[in-house]
């Protein structure tokens, strides 16, 4: 599967922002979806993931209540919505997939990454 994430910007601190991730291929409801991000000189984390059919949505500490990640699976598409942006929110936002139905929270158990989508969060 091939990953598409959209939707950075600039935003001060405070508002709104939504990542789109667009996902080709025809079995994008048998992948786990989630979101990480890397910030300058740290290393990547996760944010947040969601499993096939959308039932279990486990967040990061750090963006809980904050963030919302959803699918839809009709149109091969996730999202992340990020609310009350923080300066600590600024990084790097990359889209992740990985076949089957579990859930994982490190980098090297989802073999599909996008490209990356920058979210600068000003104070």
């Known amino acids: 599967v091939q990953l598409q994430a959209f939707g950075g910007g600039l935003v001060q601190a405070g508002g709104s922002l939504r990542l789109s991730c667009a996902a080709s291929?025809?079995?994008?409801?048998?992948?786990?979806m989630g979101w990480f991000r890397q910030a300058p000189g740290k290393e990547r984390e996760f944010v947040a993931a969601?499993?096939?059919?959308?039932?279990?949505?486990p967040y990061a500490d750090s963006v809980k209540g904050r963030f919302t990640i959803s699918r839809d699976n009709a149109k091969n598409m996730v999202y992340l919505q990020m609310s009350s942006l923080e300066p600590e929110d600024t990084a790097v936002y990359y889209c992740?997939?990985?076949?089957?139905?579990?859930?994982?929270?490190?980098?090297?158990?989802?073999?599909?990454w996008g490209q990356g989508t920058k979210v600068t969060v000003s104070s």
């Open positions: 969601i499993n096939t059919n959308g039932g279990s949505t």
């Open positions: 291929g025809r079995t994008f409801s048998l992948y786990v």
């Open positions: 992740v997939a990985r076949r089957g139905s579990l859930i994982h929270f490190t980098t090297r158990e989802y073999e599909f």
